[in-house]
């Protein structure tokens, strides 16, 4: 094997693999392929490489994850954590190896770990906010596991929106499930049964806005005249789905970008982890026409 | 370092560094990200490991991600063509090197490297001979690089049903551009400056497919009595696009659960990879609403 050149071991002197591990939820996620695109075009152009991973949404395969990760060397680790993670113990074999572990996205309030995330919260005050402001009253929000900050600080924006126009919030319009399309369809046949018709909704992720659009078209519901609905994510679809969908602008591909940056910065010691800790990236309100009463 | 367990120290010793590579064109598509969870599933079942790169549809990117994955020492690489690659000199180090690489999707005819792919002339003659049965007599065949098999076999399979149904083949009729949603509302603009105008549109993916009913509706072109559409690939946006679109099912997940498995199989000596050769997965027509005259 002499002739090829063997950087693994020359890596095991030099006590550095220029390996990246990554570990997501999921792959197959518009948003989250953006992230991983993102990524691999940052590690990539800087010579590291990249090991790529998912949990399928259980803290079980989260950490067997991180444990093939810490196997396998890697310089530093980039999660997005499950949608059941409870702690994050399994993560802390690399902080006493002195490994960056940094979050995105799903993100663990914890001092010892940097993270890079959106303003959930005023992204959500602003969707809630718009939704007020075109007239609705009776706003349901469709959620995830409020386990995940994403999920918590959207729901706080939500309230926090309702309390600035004087709306008494009402715990029976919040829905939680695993926001799937599935589920999506089964929150807005419920919807459909409230008495009196909520006349908004605001979900957390664009797949769920899409399924409950189709579904409230097809029991004759206008939109955004009876429901105005607004989503989250600006997925491809949200330019696909008539009436347009009015979401959040939220730029996965940078966000895998300014993560892989991070990292790669603090590896070649240019950038100190523990100073920077938190980046918050920018995000946007756009307003379409599933919203737009006036 | 002596508490953690050093797998690439004794991959080293063992000659194999359980890591799977995987190149391909770009990791943010609908098919690809599904291709990429497939395969991780596989990869991670196993206890092998995976390292992803995206040759960024260029030749040169491909190779040098080949040369990266060389010196990590790969076990088996899983490749999908560049759009511009027009030899595959750059993964000759690893057959020499019996490593194994197999190629799916967008594939090269060449002996020494295992295949996976769909019947591609079958599909396109399938959605060709369907547009042609609705009664279309001018059908634009929106497509990409000529080089790439699965465009190539497309625009066999077009001409043939085309040749079934004694309808003269019209090289005016063919637009091949990079498939990106930009090009197809191009090319969409283009054909209505078409005079006769076509009757029916069939697009070698779903982007296009979706860009170009969006142009045609906002023309006032009613789908699919004046001109019928058909994609590929059956994307959630093919759901979602009104009115749906024909399309075919290709199942990017199964396509990486197979490809990874062929190979994993073959690392375990469980499959001689020159005896299989090439795996062809299964395709279907979906017929819906974009296409449906009768």
């Given at each position: 094997m002499g002739y090829r050149s063997n950087s693994f071991a020359s890596n095991l002197r030099r006590k550095n693999s220029n390996i990246i591990g990554v570990i997501v939820?999921?792959?197959?996620s518009s948003f989250m392929s953006d992230v991983i695109a993102g990524i691999e075009k940052v590690v990539n152009n800087n010579n590291y490489n990249l090991i790529i991973s998912q949990s399928l949404e259980t803290m079980k395969k989260e950490a067997s994850n991180a444990r093939a990760m810490l196997n396998n060397r890697v310089d530093g680790l980039l999660v997005s954590l499950a949608y059941d993670t409870t702690s994050i113990e399994h993560f802390e074999p690399f902080i006493k190896r002195k490994i960056p572990v940094l979050f995105f996205d799903r993100i663990f309030e914890h001092e010892q770990y940097p993270q890079i995330y959106i303003d959930n919260f005023k992204a959500a005050y602003e969707v809630t906010d718009h939704l007020l402001t075109q007239g609705c009253k009776r706003i349901v929000h469709i959620t995830g596991n409020q386990l995940r900050n994403v999920y918590a600080e959207r729901l706080r924006g939500y309230k926090k929106a309702l309390e600035a126009h004087h709306v008494d919030f009402d715990e029976q319009l919040v829905i939680i499930n695993d926001l799937s399309a599935k589920e999506a369809v089964a929150a807005t046949e419920a919807i459909l049964k409230m008495?009196?018709?909520?006349d908004g909704i605001f979900t957390v992720n664009d797949v769920s806005a899409v399924s409950c659009i189709q579904v409230l078209k097809k029991a004759g519901?206008?939109?955004?005249?009876q429901i105005a609905v607004a989503g989250f994510n600006n997925d491809p679809a949200a330019c696909v789905i008539e009436p347009n969908l009015t979401t959040v602008n939220y730029k996965g591909y940078e966000m895998g970008e300014a993560a892989a940056s991070m990292l790669i910065n603090h590896l070649a010691d240019r950038q100190d982890l523990q100073q920077t800790h938190s980046l918050i990236l920018r995000s946007e309100l756009i307003v379409r026409e599933s919203s737009r009463r006036k």
């Open positions: 939820p999921r792959l197959n008495d009196p018709l909520p519901i206008k939109i955004p005249e």
